[in-house]
């Protein structure tokens, strides 16, 4: 088992910053890749961005050039860059864990930390 502990979210205002920690605990060599999800109201969840145990890392779309992915290994922490952030932006974020292939559903999930992001 994975236990997933996501921390960092906030109000900002648009065009603000904000960094996003989730502190991974339990079998983390079964991981091999991990990722922030978000959801906003009445919306899916989406896959915000990846990032494999090999370094490959994905980004939707939407947040290209204003989020870096990344994970500090020795403290078993991933984190989410969120720069210039816009008000659609707002939405409760989830930190995820995969064990099997990449492109496979997720098996673990954080408990989520809300980002809301006023105009």
């Known amino acids: 088992q994975v236990q997933l502990v996501e921390s960092g979210g906030g109000l900002v205002q648009a065009g603000g910053s904000l960094r996003l920690s989730c502190a991974a605990s339990?079998?983390?060599?079964?991981?091999?890749?991990m990722g922030w999800y978000r959801q906003a109201p009445g919306k899916e969840r989406e896959l915000v961005a990846a990032?494999?145990?090999?370094?490959?890392?994905y980004y939707a779309d939407s947040v290209k050039g204003r989020f870096t992915i990344s994970r500090d290994n020795a403290k078993n922490t991933l984190y989410l860059q969120m720069n210039s952030l816009k008000p659609e932006d707002t939405a409760m974020y989830y930190c995820?864990?995969?064990?099997?292939?990449?492109?496979?559903?997720?098996?673990?999930w954080g408990q989520g930390t809300q980002v809301t992001v006023s105009s």
């Open positions: 995820a864990a995969l064990s099997g292939p990449w492109g496979n559903e997720y098996d673990y």
């Open positions: 339990g079998s983390i060599f079964s991981i091999n890749a």
């Open positions: 990032i494999s145990s090999g370094g490959s890392t």
